[in-house]
């Protein structure tokens, strides 16, 4: 199977797209944070498909994009105030909801979980997509990272090329993606909501959010030990988003430093990530730094964590789950 690639500024291309979907096909689509693979979620040997060409754990829930509130409502069994709030206030953007899953959601989807996650993507193609598959009858699309499972995530369309080429039926390419990191994931079953997985919404601004209709949120991600059976929502494994190459995280740059010159000491060929000291461009840039490194064959990658603040959270619990060991 050749992969077409389409382009999301032509209107047929959309249209394609659409139409593949709907016959049950594969295509990788672009969203703010990350191309997701994308699958008609009402079709379960689409997503089924998913799980296959990314080598994924079937045990490992994917998010559900609608293209609104009232489609994410609908598959929701009690969708609370936190979920209102956050949705009014984020949504489209880089926020995913986990709530009790409604009857309609299949479990393929959740991965056999009484939960599902929810998200509005940020992005006029993909949008346009899941109107038109909300008109034809589906519940929206699932649509995991486009590459292959625990690798780094694609935030261009030749980046899911370089993966996935000849195993999705097409990719629809809609230019570099602005955020560059997922998904925040919270949890919004009750109250206070606590946050999975920090990404392309700050916690400090979730906070304010919440602050001011009297609700709260706490923080729950943790980078540690987390089998695929035991995650309740995508990028809580300890090993995650890892390039080819071993990579060392450091919270200095004397430390960097002093790493490069010890391995290059011992004949390593060292890479450097490049450190932006604006934390936004660090994170749009994270993904495809990584692959220039894995490119560079070296030995080893050595990088500096962000400071935690804001999106910096994001960027750290990346390279934490990247250099983990595998």
């Known amino acids: 199977m050749q992969t077409t690639r389409l382009d999301a500024r032509v209107d047929s291309d959309v249209v394609s797209a659409i139409d593949l979907l709907s016959t049950g096909r594969l295509v990788a689509v672009p969203t703010e944070t990350v191309y997701g693979l994308a699958a008609d979620a009402s079709n379960e040997s689409a997503v089924d498909a998913i799980f296959r060409t990314k080598g994924r754990p079937t045990t490992h829930p994917l998010i559900l994009h609608v293209a609104d509130i009232a489609h994410a409502r609908r598959l929701s069994r009690s969708w609370t ?3 209102e709030v956050l949705a009014r206030l984020c949504w489209p953007g880089p926020l995913s909801i986990l709530t009790e899953a409604s009857t309609n959601v299949p479990q393929v989807v959740t991965a056999g979980r009484d939960t599902v996650v929810l998200r509005v993507p940020d992005h006029p193609a993909t949008l346009r997509i899941l109107h038109a598959l ?14 292959r499972f625990g690798s780094i995530s694609p935030t261009t369309a030749p980046h899911v090329m370089a993966e996935l080429d000849t195993q999705i039926d097409a990719v629809l390419d809609g230019g570099p993606c602005r955020v560059g990191v997922e998904s925040t994931i919270i949890d919004c079953r009750r ?21 001011e209709h009297g ?6 991600h943790d ?10 929502a995508p990028g809580m494994l300890r090993s995650h988003y890892a390039p080819r190459t071993p990579l060392a995280v450091f919270g200095t740059q004397a430390e960097v430093d002093g790493a490069r010159r010890r391995a290059e000491a011992r004949g390593q060929r060292v890479s450097v990530l490049p450190h932006e000291d604006d934390v936004y461009e660090y994170s749009r840039r994270l993904y495809s730094a990584l692959r220039q490194c894995d490119e560079d064959a070296a030995d080893l990658i ?6 935690p603040a804001g999106l910096g959270a994001a960027v750290r619990d990346r390279l934490l789950r990247a250099s983990a060991k595998r």
């Open 81 to 83: 105030a936190p979920a």
């Open 134 to 147: 909300h008109d034809r009858g589906s519940i929206g699309i699932a649509a995991p990272s486009a590459n």
């Open 191 to 211: 109250e206070p909501a606590t946050i999975l997985r920090p990404g392309g919404i700050e916690a400090e601004a979730i906070a304010v959010a919440l602050a």
């Open 215 to 220: 609700l709260s949120v706490v923080s729950g």
């Open 223 to 232: 980078v540690a030990a987390v089998d695929t059976s035991g995650a309740i």
């Open 302 to 307: 050595v990088a500096l964590l962000p400071d």
